[in-house]
């Protein structure tokens, strides 16, 4: 049932990602060619370009199924409950009081093996 699925509109869809493909390239390859004209004029027609090639990928199956994947995630960071201010800054002074703490340990066990290391050795 699945091979049934997906063959439903693969060549069209394949056509149209390869236009996208190409729209890309071809995007990339405009903009390094004409570097001689203004920015602005290079970078209306790389979003041009692009936008085009958003459209023609809305037209598949997987490019629909991305935007409404897109959609859906964007509904999700509405639901998530960000830490405020206050919050944020407390995490990372015990982030950054952790690690120098480590850090400090480390330090001194390395000074201790290399103190082991000197005596075993006699150097």
């Given at each position: 049932?699945?091979?049934?699925?997906?063959?439903q509109?693969?060549?069209?869809?394949?056509?149209?990602?390869?236009l996208?493909?190409?729209?890309?390239?071809?995007?990339?390859?405009?903009?390094?060619?004409?570097?001689?004209?203004?920015?602005?004029?290079?970078?209306?027609?790389?979003?041009?370009?692009?936008?085009?090639?958003?459209?023609?990928?809305?037209?598949?199956?997987?490019?629909?199924?991305?935007?409404?994947?897109?959609?859906?995630?964007?509904?999700?960071?509405?639901k998530v409950?960000?830490?405020?201010?206050?919050?944020?800054?407390?995490?990372?002074?015990?982030?950054?009081?952790?690690?120098?703490?480590?850090?400090?340990f480390?330090?001194?066990?390395?000074?201790?093996?290399?103190?082991?290391?000197?005596?075993?050795?006699?150097?």
């Amino acid at each position: 049932m699945s091979a049934n699925t997906e063959s439903q509109g693969g060549a069209k869809d394949t056509l149209l990602w390869g236009l996208v493909f190409i729209i890309l390239i071809a995007a990339v390859v405009a903009n390094y060619l004409y570097s001689d004209l203004a920015v602005f004029i290079r970078a209306a027609g790389v979003v041009v370009a692009v936008g085009v090639a958003g459209v023609l990928a809305y037209q598949t199956k997987k490019g629909q199924s991305s935007f409404a994947f897109a959609r859906e995630s964007r509904l999700e960071m509405r639901k998530v409950v960000w830490p405020t201010r206050q919050e944020s800054i407390q995490t990372t002074l015990i982030v950054l009081a952790v690690t120098a703490l480590v850090g400090l340990f480390l330090f001194l066990l390395d000074g201790l093996l290399v103190w082991l290391v000197n005596l075993v050795t006699g150097v």
